[in-house]
């Protein structure tokens, strides 16, 4: 009986905790540029506050930007970067598509860390086919099947991939939302932050200029017309088919954005390059990070009934929120608005979430948030239950315990007579 109390208070417990987390509604922002590219993804790193966005569920293929999964999972199938492999003449003739970047290494050896750069900087066709290889012994389609089991954990909805490196069909393909989520993976990695960070590499080993490769992506090049002076990392890959496809990242005043273009038009001057930079400099001349809400304000209150009255239940956000707004943000043009909330029941924890409530900024809807429990109501009963419940279980299990101190006192008492007239009686016996 003890367990099953405290299974159904377990229980009790997982309902009133497990709520989930409700996304967040889109905001508005006036943007001046004038973006061609198919889909495009502009989010602030720091907020998780998507900015700008265009068509980016629509599905693209999306060239050799599908190589940055080939980059992660060769990662997460290394131990050791430095190990070499062997660029043989069977090595070569096995790549598909070839781009013809590793065939000044024929019958040479270059390291894993080598592949992982000519994939970031180059289109990287080649060095995906060779670390491909490497990691599954030549199984091309087990690689790709740990490809698309990436995908799925990182959440992807709209991607799949049908080939080790990049592709051009209806069986390969993703989205900006979709590259949003592998990129915040991959931000995480260090090797990557290492790597698609450079703007030219060389492997160690070798000497000479035509050893060298340098990015395709011309927001990291120092003296290319498309230079932008704040960009950390990223890929850019472009076709006939798929068009111009970029990611990148960017600091300034400690403040970061992912851009992610796809379709766009590569060949005139309203590029990637140049949407990118036009996107980025508008979000940092013209948006800004700011608390709209302390952890500490009530922004509602809610009332749960009880056997001895109503308990009024102070609503807070559980934690300071800091989104992007626009420059000229004024505190006095937030406001919120509770949705309508059920009835609270009792015991209520401090921290639940036990509703949402909308966020306008400047009488536009701009966010939503849960609404959590400033502080615990009835967490006492459950404690009295359990006392109940417990003193109960021990009184079924050991009765004895249950006897009054008289009760006991009465039962030793008879005892001793018992056995004092035992022994008279023995006495007795053996006298006559």
């Known amino acids: 009986m003890k367990k099953k109390l405290i299974f159904c208070i377990c229980i009790l ?32 790193l720091d907020t998780e506050t ?15 930007l599908s190589n940055l999964m080939t980059f992660i999972v060769a990662c997460n199938n290394t131990e050791d970067y430095q ?72 959440g992807c909805k709209k991607t799949k991939f049908s080939s080790v490196a990049a592709r051009n069909d209806t069986t390969h393909f993703s989205n900006c939302t979709d590259l949003y989520k592998i990129l915040k993976y991959a931000l995480e990695m260090p090797e990557y932050l290492k790597v698609a960070a450079a703007a030219s590499y060389q492997p160690k080993d070798y000497e000479g200029e035509k050893y060298l490769i340098t990015t395709t992506n011309s927001l990291i090049k120092s003296k290319s017309p498309y230079y932008f002076r704040y960009t950390k990392n990223g890929k850019y ?41 036009q996107l980025l400099t508008w ?49 006095n043009k937030i406001t919120f608005e509770p949705d309508e909330l059920d009835e609270i ?10 509703g949402t409530a909308q966020v306008y900024y400047d009488g536009k809807p701009f ?29 079924t299990i050991t009765p004895a315990k249950g006897e009054t101190a008289d009760e006991t006192e009465a039962t030793q008492s008879d005892t001793q007579v018992e056995t004092k007239s035992a022994q008279k009686e023995t006495v007795t016996t053996q006298a006559e």
């Open 13 to 44: 417990l997982s309902i009133i905790m497990g709520f989930s987390v409700v996304p967040f509604s889109a905001y508005s922002y006036e943007c001046p540029v004038e973006v061609k590219s198919a889909s495009v993804l502009l989010v602030n």
């Open 50 to 64: 998507v900015v700008f966005e265009k068509h980016p569920d629509t599905a693209h293929f999306i060239s050799y």
């Open 237 to 277: 890959g472009a076709d006939s088919i798929a068009k111009g496809n970029l990611i990148a990242v960017s600091e300034y005043a400690d403040v970061h954005y992912a851009c992610i273009i796809l379709g766009a038009q590569q060949l005139s001057e309203q590029n990637a390059f140049t949407e990118a930079k």
């Open 83 to 154: 190990t070499k492999i062997a660029i043989t003449d069977e090595v070569l003739s096995n790549i598909q598509n070839s781009d013809g970047s590793l065939e000044v290494y024929r019958g040479k050896t270059l390291t894993v860390q080598d592949l992982l750069y000519f994939i970031m900087l180059t289109n990287g066709n080649d060095a995906c086919y060779v670390l491909a290889d490497h990691v599954t012994k030549g199984d091309r389609d087990a690689f790709v099947a740990m490809m698309n089991q990436k995908a799925r954990e990182l």
């Open 283 to 331: 979000a940092y001349t013209k948006l800004g990070n700011k608390q709209i809400i302390s952890k500490s304000t009530v922004l509602a209150t809610a009332t749960a009934n009880t056997p001895w009255g109503d308990v009024e239940v102070e609503l807070t956000s559980g934690k300071d929120i800091v989104k992007t707004v626009p420059a000229e943000y004024t505190a």
């Open 345 to 354: 029941k009792l015991p209520v924890f401090k921290g639940q979430n036990v």
């Open 367 to 395: 966010d939503e948030i849960d609404l959590i429990a400033g502080s615990s109501h009835g967490v006492s009963m459950l404690s009295d239950v359990s006392s109940f419940f417990g003193a109960a279980i021990n009184r």
